[in-house]
């Protein structure tokens, strides 16, 4: 089986999304933390809830400026490796072969007996 595949060597174009994942985990740290802290103080519930919140808005604007930074090594790093190691670009008429993990089987000839 013969399939053509082009490929192109591409440095990122954008930040990559870990930054909203960074910040979304130390907001529901925060949030989760000063939850527990307060129900295990005894504090009323409203008042563990508006502690919580606030503690929430606040390790996410924390966890913004740090998903900003991881981002940017990030992207720093993956410019650097494609600029050092590029894939080379193929043109339209090369083509790969695509090896199948097993082979076909051909059944064998048929043998004749005389008996």
């Known amino acids: 089986m013969k399939e053509k595949r082009t490929t192109q060597s591409k440095a990122p174009s954008a930040p990559t999304p870990i930054g909203g994942a960074v910040a979304s985990t130390f907001a529901l740290a925060g949030f989760t933390t000063a939850l527990i802290t307060g129900i295990i103080a005894g504090n009323s519930g409203t008042y563990v809830l508006a502690t919580a919140l606030c503690a929430m808005f606040a390790c996410y604007l924390l966890g913004s400026i740090t998903g900003l930074a991881v981002d940017h090594v990030v992207y720093e790093y993956t410019a650097e490796h494609v600029k050092k190691h590029p894939i080379p670009k193929l ?9 199948d993990e097993a082979p076909e089987e051909v059944s064998p000839a048929p043998t004749s007996q005389n008996s």
């Open 91 to 99: 043109s339209t008429n090369d083509e790969i072969l695509v090896v």
